[in-house]
């Protein structure tokens, strides 16, 4: 009976890898940008709070990296600017990395 | 044994066929919505989503975790609790739909969905419990009907008493 336990215990789920993904934003038509952020689903993302991303230059280019430890082959997020979420009543945007355990993803703020 | 086996999956079979249908069709649909997504979503089986990367009969990796939240036994055993709720979903959804072993595994499902709405929706207010309270509704009553006319226990017990 233990044995089943503990055959059931590590055998039957899914398998996890660790994940680093670095971002780009474009931000193009606003002006004096307070804050930049990216929301999705998996630890360190969330969808109610920001990760909060670098200005690169200002009002134009944000960066961030975070590390994502999942059995996904993909993350699901949007990215937030001064708070307000982009691709309002849009599907997420979502980053594939199928046999990758490292990828960029670049992307320009409400363009899909 | 082998009665007691029949016994538990021979259904009851009520008066008029079109009864049988209407208690039927809420089992069917609750039944296809488990097991091609509810449950494939975090319990690998064929038909599962291909980027969820979930193997045969793996259990999601995220699972186990909000499984453990729940505390107690549940803390104590979250991958068998884990699995097993995960399966009862997905494989007990497809078996409803065909009625087959209607009462397991509208049992497993309705245990599922009471562990669903107490220890996990319960704090999230009426509206999230909702999804697992209608099912629950059509586990219930299934877990005491069987499959009625409508399933593979009706045809494979009509022939013996």
Aim: hydrophobic content about 45%; glycine content about 8%; charged content about 15%.
């Amino acid at each position: 009976m233990f044995t089943a336990f503990a055959v059931l215990q590590f055998s039957c789920v899914q398998k996890t890898k660790k994940v680093i993904i670095h971002l780009k934003l474009h931000v193009t038509g606003i002006k004096d940008i307070k804050s930049a952020g990216i929301r999705g689903d998996g630890k360190p993302l969330s969808w109610d709070k920001d990760l909060e991303m670098k200005p690169l230059i200002k009002d134009s280019l944000y960066i961030a990296t975070f590390t994502t430890v999942t059995g996904y082959n993909f993350v699901e997020c949007k990215f937030t600017v001064n708070g307000q979420t982009e691709l309002n009543g849009q599907p997420n945007r979502r980053i594939n990395f199928k046999d990758r355990n490292e990828v960029n993803y670049e992307a320009t703020f409400n363009q899909p | 044994m082998t009665n007691y086996f029949k016994s538990f999956t021979r259904p009851h079979v009520l008066p008029h066929w079109y009864q049988d249908l209407l208690t039927a069709i809420p089992r069917i649909v609750c039944g296809y919505l488990l097991t091609s997504d509810f449950g494939s979503s975090k319990f690998g089986l064929p038909w599962s989503p291909a980027d969820s990367n979930l193997h045969l009969f793996e259990v999601s990796f995220w699972f186990p975790g909000d499984v453990a939240e729940y505390g107690g036994i549940f803390k104590m055993f979250p991958v068998f609790f884990a699995w097993m709720g995960a399966f009862s979903e997905a494989v007990g959804g497809l078996f409803i739909v065909f009625g087959f072993q209607t009462r397991l595994f509208s049992i497993l499902i309705l245990l599922t969905m009471l562990v669903a709405v107490f220890l996990q929706q319960w704090h999230n207010g009426m509206w999230s419990m909702l999804p697992a309270l209608g099912f629950a509704w059509v586990a219930m009553y299934s877990s005491v009907l069987g499959s009625g006319r409508f399933g593979i226990d009706y045809l494979i017990t009509r022939s013996s008493k």
